[in-house]
Each structure stands twice: as C-alpha cells, then as structure tokens.
C-alpha cells in the first residue's frame, strides 16, 4: 500500500536579476515531472549527485516547498488541496531529518525544549502534558537514540555531530510520525559516526513502524538501508526499482555512473 503518491511533480524556480548587473534572469527547472510511490513501512532510497534535485524533492512532497505543478497524496489526503490547518495536522505524521546537524538545532534552546518543541506547537499531539509529561516524553526519546537524560540540560553546541543527528532524529520522532524524509543524514558525518546513525534508523523503523524516504549521494548507503532504490538525474527520476535489481542490473547509464563512481563503505 502507498503511503504517499507522487504525480508528474515539478518545480520551476524563477532567477532574479542581479542588481549588480549582469544577466540572471530565467528559470532553474528543479524537479521535472516525477511520478514514485512510497508504500508503508518501506525505505525509499532516493539517490544522485549534488544538484540532482533530490532535496528540493524531500520539501516538496512534504510541503515545505510549494510546487510548480503536480499533485501529492499522502496517506489518502490531497496535500495540495489542503489548506493550513489541515496541512498543519497532516504534519504531525510526516517529519523530515536533516543534512547538517549543527545548524539544525537552535543553540538557543536546550535539548530538552529542542525536543519538545514540537508537541507544543501541536498541542492536541501532546502539547497539552504537563510539563513533567512531556519530559518523560524527552527521557524516552532520547533513550530511542541512545542518549541518556542527562543531555536535556545541556545545549546543542557542548554535543558532537552525530550526537546533534542523534537529537535532530529524536526532535523528528516527537510526534511519532509515520513518515519521515531523510535529507542526506550522514552526508556531514564522519565515516564511523554516519554508520552508526545508519544503524540506528534502521532500528526506529523497525521500533516505531516507520516509512523513509532516505537521500543520499551515497549508492553503497542507500543499498544497505532501502528495499526500493530511486535514481534522479537532472531533475527527473531516471530509473525506479528493488534495490538488488538496481545494483545487480543497472538500466540507465547515470545509474551504473553512481555505482562505479562511489566507494564502498562499511556500515554493518
């Protein structure tokens, strides 16, 4: 079953132009007629070079970027057809991870009110606990990432990167969601680090019925945690298929490109 249905979706950025002179004006055709589906408690591995549109397309489908043209289902909802509030509660099972986790998180804020955040702004999600009730919603959560409590204290710049993801995943799990966009997660890690926060999403979907949508320049990476791999190239998908079908027999050329072209890396 499709937890959410992409059709023909695009994205057509528009160029100002410079004020300092020079010619900028035009169009950046961003994501170009994308057609995928991603079936409950799958992981969808979306995978191509810097500048594929793979990003643009995470914030599309859930809507954080409004589309040129299209339409997205999710979980039988019209997304494009809803209007705020509606989106606002369709939020609550869609949440997204992402790249960089040092400017993710507010250094402002404590962990413990970085995690929280999100059951206050949807407060008939569990904004309405008392206080003691949504940190013993925190305590849970970071136990799920592997952090012990003791980190609600502190804020996010006395923690290293992939204990910052760590956080950053826990902040996406607040509302238990049953979808979320993975916007390259590891990308900023060191090797060791990024494998570790690989293992650990496989483990909370496994523990939290999780659906992904998981992407990565990294084909060595998306093969290890997905069951159906999506190639984009120049803003289109280019080649969909089950993720040993796609390694083993390559249809398109950018597809066998990426496979060659990337090394191995060790995350079991």
Known sequence: MALVEVRDLSKVFQLAESPFGGQRSGEVRAV???????????????????????????RLILRLVEPTSGSIVFDGADLLQANGSQVRRLRRD?????????????????????????????????????????RQQVRELLR????????????????SGGQRQRIGIARALALRPKFIVADEP???????????????????????????????????????????????????????????????RPQHDYTRELLTATPEVAVS
């Open 32 to 58: 170009e007629g994308v057609s995928l589906d991603i079936h409950q408690g799958e992981t969808l591995g979306l995978v191509g070079e810097s500048g594929s549109g793979k990003s643009t397309l995470g």
């Open 186 to 248: 590891v990308s900023a890690l060191d090797v060791s680090v990024g494998a570790q926060i690989v293992n650990l999403l496989r483990q909370l979907q496994r523990e939290f019925g999780l659906t992904y949508l998981f992407i990565s320049h990294s084909m060595p990476v998306v093969r290890y945690l997905s069951n159906r791999i999506a190639v984009m190239y120049r803003g289109k998908i280019v080649e969909v298929g089950n993720t040993e079908q796609v390694i083993a």
């Open 94 to 134: 869609m949440q997204i991870i992402f790249q960089d986790p040092f400017g993710s998180l507010d250094p402002r804020y404590r962990v413990e009110d970085v995690i929280a955040e999100p059951l206050l702004l949807h407060r008939t999600a569990g904004g309405s606990l008392s206080r003691d009730g949504r």
């Open 144 to 159: 799920a990432v592997g952090m012990d409590e003791s980190a609600m204290a502190r804020y996010p710049h006395e923690f």
